[in-house]
C-alpha cells in the first residue's frame, strides 16, 4: 500500500484555517486519497476523499497537488471539537478488498 | 441513528474466558470490515466481509479469533482463550462496494482482558 508521511502534531488557533499536510510520493494514478478524524475514545469519523481534483464538502476542502505527490486538508474555521487525530491514507484501488490502512496521523489541537 | 452499531460498547473479561462482539452495519451496505486499535496506535486491519463471504483476513486475525456474518447483515467477532494482549478496542466499519465508498466506523467495543 501507498505509504503516508504526516506530521505528528500541529496547533491550531480556534476560528483560524487549520492545514493538514500529507506526503503521498508512491501514489499510483487510481488510488484514492481519504482523510479520516478520530476523537479520543470514538470510532475514526469520514471527512473526505478524492482522485485528482479538489474536493469541498460540508466538513473540509481537499487540496491534492497537479502530481498527486502530496495534498493538505483545510478545515476553514476550526473549533475546539475539531481538535482530534487526522489521518491521511491512500486506498488501494484493487478489485477485492481495497481495505483502509491507517498510520499514526497528526494530533491537531485546537486552542481557545 | 442509522451508522454503524457495536455491542456492547465496553468489554471485562478474565484471561482464558471467551468473548464475542457484535456489529449492526448500515443497512444498505454489502461491505463488513473488522478493526482492531491498541493506545496511541491507529486501527489495524483484521477482516471484511462482502455480503457473507470473508474475503480478506489479516495475519494478526490468530486461530482463536473468528469472524462471521451469517447472512449478510450483523456481523460477530468471536475471540476464545482471550489473553491479555488482546485487550485494545475493536472497530467494525461497513461500506457499500467500490473503492470510492468510504468505510464508515462504529464507535467499537473495548476489551479490557484481566
Known amino acids: 500500500d501507498a505509504k503516508t508521511t504526516q506530521p505528528t502534531s500541529m496547533d491550531c488557533a480556534e476560528g483560524r484555517a487549520a492545514n493538514l499536510p500529507c506526503n503521498h510520493s508512491?501514489?499510483?494514478?487510481?488510488?484514492?486519497v481519504y482523510w479520516y478524524r478520530q476523537i479520543h475514545s470514538q470510532g475514526p469519523q469520514y471527512i473526505i476523499h478524492?482522485?485528482?481534483n479538489n474536493e469541498t464538502n460540508e466538513m473540509a476542502s481537499l487540496i491534492i497537488t497537479e502530481d498527486r505527490k502530496s495534498s493538505t486538508l483545510i478545515l476553514p474555521h476550526a473549533t475546539l471539537r475539531d481538535t482530534a487525530v487526522y489521518y491521511c491514507?491512500?486506498?488501494?484501488?484493487?478489485?477485492?478488498?481495497?481495505?483502509?490502512?491507517f498510520g499514526e496521523g497528526t494530533q491537531l489541537t485546537v486552542n481557545p | 441513528d442509522t451508522g454503524v452499531s457495536q455491542n456492547p460498547r465496553h468489554k471485562i473479561t478474565k484471561r482464558g474466558q471467551n468473548v464475542t462482539f457484535r456489529c449492526d452495519p448500515i443497512?444498505?451496505?454489502?461491505?463488513l470490515y473488522w478493526y482492531r486499535q491498541t493506545l496511541g496506535q491507529g486501527p489495524e486491519f483484521l477482516t471484511y466481509f462482502q455480503n457473507e463471504a470473508q474475503l480478506e483476513k489479516s495475519r494478526l486475525l490468530s486461530d482463536r479469533f473468528s469472524a462471521e456474518r451469517p447472512k449478510g447483515s450483523f456481523s460477530t467477532l468471536e475471540i476464545q482463550r482471550t489473553e491479555q494482549g488482546d485487550s485494545a478496542m475493536y472497530l467494525c466499519?461497513?461500506?457499500?462496494?467500490?473503492?470510492?465508498?468510504?468505510?464508515?466506523f462504529g464507535n467499537g467495543t473495548r476489551l479490557t482482558v484481566t
Open positions: 478524492g482522485l485528482k
Open positions: 443497512s444498505e451496505h454489502n461491505r
Open positions: 491514507i491512500v486506498r488501494v484501488a484493487r478489485t477485492s478488498g481495497s481495505r483502509l490502512t
Open positions: 466499519a461497513s461500506s457499500l462496494e467500490g473503492f470510492n465508498s468510504p468505510l464508515h
Open positions: 508512491t501514489i499510483s494514478g487510481n488510488e484514492y
